[in-house]
Antibody, heavy 122, light 113 residues
Framework: EVQLVESGGGLVQPGGSLRLSCAAS????????VNWVRQAPGKGLEWVSYINGVGGIIYYADSVKGRFTISRDNAKNSLYLQMNSLRAEDTAVYYCARYPALTVLPRYFDYWGQGTLVTVSS | DIVMTQSPDSLSVSLGERATINCKSS????????????LAWYLQKPGQPPKLLIY???TRESGVPDRFSGSGSGTDFTLTISSLQAEDVAVYYCQQYYSFPQTFGQGTKVEIK
């Protein structure tokens, strides 16, 4: 069974940093491209970042470029999101979401984690 | 960026009746080389992550009931629930994956009348 389990969310002050993790199981992690997608409270979905199977190709939404860094450790079956210079508008549930294949092109998300809540507030 | 606009924002339908949600993209998401529309539909229930329903505009994900169907091409798409069930109460989102950044519609809330 495919599982994606996020962790690392919490309350952080504006300007602070946080590192999210996503533990994958039930599939060969390195064979799939993965993403972070976020959802502000009561709002819609916003794609945040993409990374391919070996981590050589990475994309970011303009809203987080230069502040967030996506990475992966295939030996640990894990995806990460380092978030720096956090702002109130970064407050959201952050989901780890898998593409159905190893691709450098955008695709739909076939599996999602349950999400981890990040709250940026003083 | 491709802007996705859904209509209506909310929908109230009687049990067993048809529900129709529209999604319009600001530019075509039909890829000429593959002749595929790069459009997906999800549902999201309160407190849960989104769940994939439809991809390539009309291909139903494994395990999704056949009362859900997707149609359309180019810039105009429709998700139809042929006979609304109580468990279909959710917010529905369309998503384009024609180009980065992938973008979602604002969501359509479906309720029981």
């Amino acid at each position: 069974e495919v599982q994606l389990v996020e962790s690392g969310g919490g309350l952080v002050q504006p300007g602070g940093s946080l590192r999210l993790s996503c533990a994958a199981s039930g599939f060969t992690f390195s064979d799939y491209s993965v993403n972070w997608v976020r959802q502000a409270p009561g709002k819609g979905l916003e794609w945040v970042s993409y990374i391919n199977g070996v981590g050589g190709i990475i994309y970011y939404a303009d809203s987080v470029k230069g502040r967030f860094t996506i990475s992966r450790d295939n030996a640990k079956n894990s995806l990460y999101l380092q978030m720096n210079s956090l702002r109130a508008e970064d407050t959201a549930v952050y989901y780890c979401a898998r593409y159905p294949a190893l691709t450098v092109l955008p695709r739909y998300f076939d599996y999602w984690g349950q999400g981890t809540l990040v709250t940026v507030s003083s | 960026d491709i802007v996705m606009t859904q209509s209506p924002d909310s929908l109230s339908v009687s049990l067993g009746e048809r529900a129709t949600i529209n999604c319009k993209s600001s530019q075509s998401v039909l890829h000429s080389s593959s002749n595929k529309n790069y459009l997906a539909w999800y549902l999201q229930k309160p407190g849960q992550p989104p769940k994939l329903l439809i991809y390539w505009a009309s291909t139903r994900e494994s395990g999704v009931p056949d009362r859900f169907s997707g149609s359309g091409s180019g810039t105009d798409f429709t998700l139809t629930i042929s006979s609304l069930q109580a468990e279909d109460v959710a917010v529905y989102y369309c998503q384009q994956y024609y180009s980065f950044p992938q973008t979602f519609g604002q969501g359509t809330k479906v309720e029981i009348k």
